[in-house]
């Protein structure tokens, strides 16, 4: 038990970073990580999710469930904050696991981490498809259907793939790119949807709780089965009940820390980037859902494209062309860096032999760790083209809320182990600002459906029976020594 439970030190962490074979190029600066999580960030959520909360759960309070969320998720951003700055180590919550818990655990994380940037990756991969088809139909390009296989997504993740082999500089700025046409479109649906806003549309800006049917069986929520509680929409319950859904639109700022290795000053450009762009998500959210729902009734909103139809309904078709423009940029941005995150992770894992060790290898040119990139590429083309994921897409909201749990307890432990390390970042009032983190945390996931909590622990069992037959064996940490290299070239 005692082996499994053997914590990596800090000081061994940052000396693997050296290795010549296992070397990540440092190219990134604060600005690059802000974009990067801009860009992974601001996706379907602010297209699509802001119109179906407020018409089911919140009404204009919708605004308020983006604000709970992001204070969520800003308790969260700064435990990671502060990890990244005192180990700023490729990885993630999984490196930050290691640490403070030990290398099961850690293995624990990074397993959840493989299902929440996987799954994330292909759902958005296909909602990509989906804008980019319906775009193409508009302007009188039908895509021919080829027996079910949904090209389009698999053709964006091989061209996303090749951008993230040939280097996270080439990549940084593929993503401002993209990213600065998104915020661009977001920014004009702001500023022209408040030349239509009408102020009757905001009252009552709180409606008045009403009960919706229960759901029934393993699709019912976790807190409901234990405590009898009923769902209520609207009213303030319904606030806080359109918060752990708006929460997928906030899903993403995490990655920016398994760019911890190629950051060129990553103790103080890893807490601005992160931050940074949390806080910057959290404006733009909180401002498009005012201007949505002060354009149209919150039950007159469209479920599917509450943004484009919303000023389609007000006689502005061409800004709904903008708008279908502007999800495309965003979701293109977004599958790239989950998968860019999915990498490193991976990358991590690999350098502690708990998977195979020679897949963690440098390109010698590129500086990136491309036979892994190849390989997340191809699964994720593959779960992208051929299979459904819409059932097993809340498995991504609650792998992300785990990881975010055992990050906030890390901060703690680590406080208390190792009090002498520099942090350039400290999270303020400690252990309150954890704890809460911790808290908020649960109280979202028990709001996820019990069949939701099977496939999590299933996924979870097949990681540990995997462990043991591999990475138990291989771990590098316990002492294990792979077999030199046999060469330099890729």
Same mark, same amino acid.
């Given at each position: 038990? =005692?082996?499994?439970?053997?914590?990596?030190?800090?000081?061994?962490?940052?000396? #693997?970073?050296?290795?010549?074979?296992?070397?990540?190029?440092?190219?990134?600066?604060?600005?690059?990580?802000?974009?990067?999580?801009?860009?992974?960030?601001?996706?379907?959520?602010?297209?699509?999710?802001?119109?179906?909360?407020?018409?089911?759960?919140?009404?204009?309070?919708?605004?308020?469930?983006? /604000?709970?969320?992001?204070?969520?998720?800003?308790?969260?951003?700064?435990?990671?904050?502060?990890?990244?700055?005192?180990?700023?180590?490729?990885?993630?919550?999984?490196?930050?696991?290691?640490?403070?818990?030990?290398?099961?655990?850690?293995?624990?994380?990074?397993?959840?981490?493989?299902?929440?940037?996987?799954?994330?990756?292909?759902?958005?991969?296909?909602?990509?498809?989906?804008?980019?088809?319906?775009?193409?139909?508009?302007?009188?390009?039908?895509?021919? #259907?080829?027996?079910?296989?949904?090209?389009? =997504?698999?053709?964006?993740?091989?061209?996303?793939?090749?951008?993230?082999?040939?280097?996270?500089?080439?990549?940084?700025?593929?993503?401002?790119?993209?990213?600065?046409?998104?915020?661009?479109?977001?920014?004009?649906?702001?500023?022209?949807?408040?030349?239509?806003?009408?102020?009757?549309?905001?009252?009552?800006?709180?409606?008045?709780?009403?009960?919706?049917?229960?759901?029934?069986?393993?699709?019912?929520?976790?807190?409901?089965?234990?405590?009898?509680?009923?769902?209520?929409?609207?009213? /303030? @319950?319904? @606030?806080?009940?359109?918060?752990?859904?708006?929460?997928?639109?906030?899903? +993403?700022?995490?990655?920016?820390?398994?760019?911890?290795?190629?950051?060129?000053?990553?103790?103080?450009?890893?807490?601005?980037?992160?931050?940074?762009?949390?806080?910057?998500?959290?404006?733009?959210?909180?401002?498009?859902?005012?201007?949505? /729902?002060?354009?149209?009734?919150?039950?007159?909103?469209?479920?599917?494209?509450?943004?484009?139809?919303?000023?389609?309904?007000?006689?502005?078709?061409?800004?709904? +062309?903008?708008?279908?423009?502007?999800?495309?940029? +965003?979701?293109?941005?977004?599958?790239?860096?989950?998968?860019?995150?999915?990498?490193?992770?991976?990358?991590?894992?690999?350098?502690?032999?708990?998977?195979?060790?020679?897949?963690?290898?440098?390109?010698?040119?590129?500086?990136?760790?491309?036979?892994?990139?190849?390989?997340?590429?191809?699964?994720?083309?593959?779960?992208?083209?051929?299979?459904?994921?819409?059932?097993?897409?809340?498995?991504?909201?609650?792998?992300?809320?785990?990881?975010?749990?055992?990050?906030?307890?890390?901060? @703690?432990?680590?406080?208390?182990?190792?009090?002498?390390?520099?942090?350039?970042?400290?999270?303020?009032?400690?252990? /309150?600002?954890?704890?809460?983190?911790?808290?908020?945390?649960?109280?979202?996931?028990?709001?996820?459906?019990?069949?939701?909590?099977?496939?999590?622990?299933?996924?979870?069992?097949?990681?540990?029976?995997?462990?043991?037959?591999?990475?138990?064996?291989?771990?590098?940490?316990?002492?294990?020594?792979?077999?030199?290299?046999?060469?330099?070239?890729?």
């Amino acid at each position: 038990m =005692a082996e499994i439970m053997r914590t990596k030190s800090v000081e061994q962490s940052i000396e #693997d970073t050296e290795a010549p074979e296992h070397r990540l190029k440092r190219r990134l600066s604060a600005v690059d990580l802000t974009v990067f999580g801009i860009g992974v960030i601001v996706g379907t959520g602010i297209f699509v999710l802001t119109g179906r909360v407020a018409r089911e759960t919140a009404g204009p309070a919708v605004a308020l469930s983006f /604000v709970v969320a992001a204070i969520v998720c800003g308790l969260a951003a700064l435990c990671y904050a502060e990890f990244a700055s005192t180990i700023p180590v490729a990885g993630s919550a999984y490196t930050f696991a290691f640490a403070t818990l030990g290398e099961f655990p850690a293995w624990i994380i990074g397993w959840d981490l493989m299902l929440e940037m996987a799954l994330a990756g292909a759902v958005v991969a296909v909602g990509w498809s989906g804008y980019f088809t319906s775009l193409l139909a508009t302007i009188g390009i039908p895509l021919p #259907d080829l027996a079910g296989i949904n090209y389009p =997504a698999m053709l964006i993740v091989a061209i996303l793939t090749g951008i993230l082999v040939a280097g996270i500089k080439l990549s940084s700025r593929v993503n401002l790119a993209i990213v600065v046409i998104k915020v661009t479109v977001i920014l004009l649906v702001i500023i022209a949807g408040l030349f239509f806003i009408r102020t009757a549309n905001y009252t009552p800006f709180i409606p008045a709780p009403k009960a919706t049917p229960a759901v029934e069986g393993l699709g019912a929520p976790l807190i409901q089965v234990l405590f009898g509680i009923t769902p209520v929409a609207f009213g /303030v @319950i319904g @606030i806080f009940s359109a918060a752990a859904i708006v929460f997928f639109a906030f899903i +993403g700022f995490d990655i920016v820390a398994t760019a911890a290795e190629e950051t060129i000053e990553p103790q103080r450009d890893l807490p601005r980037g992160i931050i940074g762009s949390l806080v910057i998500c959290t404006l733009l959210y909180v401002a498009v859902s005012l201007v949505v /729902v002060g354009m149209q009734p919150y039950s007159r909103l469209s479920e599917d494209a509450p943004l484009a139809d919303a000023f389609t309904a007000v006689g502005q078709p061409w800004i709904a +062309g903008l708008i279908s423009i502007g999800a495309i940029a +965003g979701l293109t941005t977004v599958v790239m860096i989950l998968m860019l995150g999915q990498t490193r992770v991976l990358f991590a894992m690999c350098r502690d032999g708990l998977l195979p060790r020679t897949l963690a290898k440098v390109h010698p040119v590129y500086g990136t760790p491309a036979r892994i990139t190849l390989i997340v590429g191809f699964v994720t083309m593959v779960l992208s083209g051929f299979i459904s994921l819409g059932a097993l897409a809340e498995l991504v909201n609650i792998g992300t809320l785990f990881a975010f749990v055992v990050v906030s307890a890390g901060v @703690i432990i680590l406080r208390r182990t190792r009090p002498d390390l520099p942090r350039a970042f400290r999270v303020p009032l400690v252990p /309150v600002l954890p704890i809460a983190s911790v808290l908020a945390c649960l109280y979202l996931m028990m709001n996820l459906p019990v069949e939701t909590w099977l496939r999590f622990f299933a996924w979870l069992l097949i990681g540990v029976v995997i462990y043991f037959l591999y990475g138990y064996r291989h771990s590098t940490v316990r002492g294990y020594r792979a077999p030199g290299p046999k060469g330099q070239g890729f």
